[in-house]
């Protein structure tokens, strides 16, 4: 079992940048796939991208490519998701999830794990 909090959310204006954090407790980080999805109100969980366990594989959705970048730390137990060139289209709240199988994924339903998620805003 692995516990996920989510941090780094707020408002933005069109343009600007954040950086997200989410910190796991329990199990080794190290053992997990991660990924980040997002919701916006009166829309499904939508897929942003995704880490494999070593960090050396990542993969983005085409929305966020090359805005977005998931990295993590695993020294930290700690996955980020570096959001630049923020648009109004990216307000959602944005959750963090682990996954004990597989490299990494681009379905909700991989994972096995979830934050409590965390809002981001931007205006325009």
């Known amino acids: 079992q692995v516990q996920l909090v989510e941090s780094g959310g707020g408002l933005v204006h069109a343009g600007g940048s954040l950086r997200l954090s989410c910190a796991a407790s329990?199990?080794?980080?190290?053992?997990?796939?991660m990924g980040w999805f997002r919701q916006a109100p009166g829309k499904e969980r939508e897929f942003v991208a995704s880490?494999?366990?070593?960090?050396?594989?990542?993969y983005d959705a085409h929305s966020v490519k090359g805005r977005f970048t998931i990295s993590r730390d695993n020294a930290k137990s700690t996955a980020y998701l570096q959001m630049n060139n923020l648009k109004p289209e990216d307000t959602a709240v944005y959750y963090c999830?682990?996954?004990?199988?597989?490299?990494?994924?681009?379905?909700?339903?991989?994972?096995?794990?979830w934050g409590q998620g965390t809002q981001v805003t931007v205006s325009s």
């Open positions: 329990g199990r080794a980080f190290s053992n997990y796939a």
């Open positions: 880490i494999s366990r070593s960090g050396g594989s990542t």
């Open positions: 999830a682990a996954r004990r199988t597989g490299v990494y994924g681009t379905s909700s339903g991989l994972y096995d794990y």
